[in-house]
């Protein structure tokens, strides 16, 4: 299981992934703004934070408590320079503001594209 987390405009970056990987048959879940769905991860599963520009640990401190809680793996995607971050973080570059959520929208579908390749090998 894949569960994504964003808020704000990063929600719907995660439930057009949800929607790449529908089709592939892979468990995407988006979290609600409470976080109570990670209780529901088994230890295999990965969590996956979307944070465009860097605000959501700024504005809401507690999201970052509570997945400090979890054991699973954790990855950010964000375009921030500078995030505190309890798990793998991948910055993008920022070009302009203008254009965070379109890369981290690229980078998600390019992850989907690479994940559906290999998906056609193993068939």
Do not use: W
């Not at 894949?2 to 892979?26: P, T």
């Not at 920022?94 to 290999?118: H, M, R, Y």
């Amino acid at each position: 299981t894949i569960m994504m987390i964003g808020h704000g405009d990063s929600e719907l970056i995660c439930r057009k992934m949800q929607v790449s990987l529908d089709y592939l048959k892979k468990d995407v879940r988006i979290c609600d703004q409470n976080m109570e769905k990670l209780k529901q991860l088994g230890d295999n599963d990965i969590i996956i934070y979307i944070s465009v520009n860097g605000y959501s640990f700024q504005y809401n401190p507690r999201s970052l408590r509570v997945l400090m809680k979890y054991p699973q793996k954790k990855s950010l995607i964000t375009c921030a320079k500078e995030v505190d971050f309890p798990g793998h973080v991948i910055h993008l570059p920022n070009i302009s503001p203008s254009l965070n959520d379109i890369l981290v929208s690229f980078l998600l579908k390019t992850i989907a594209n690479g994940l559906n390749q290999e998906e056609k090998k193993r068939t």
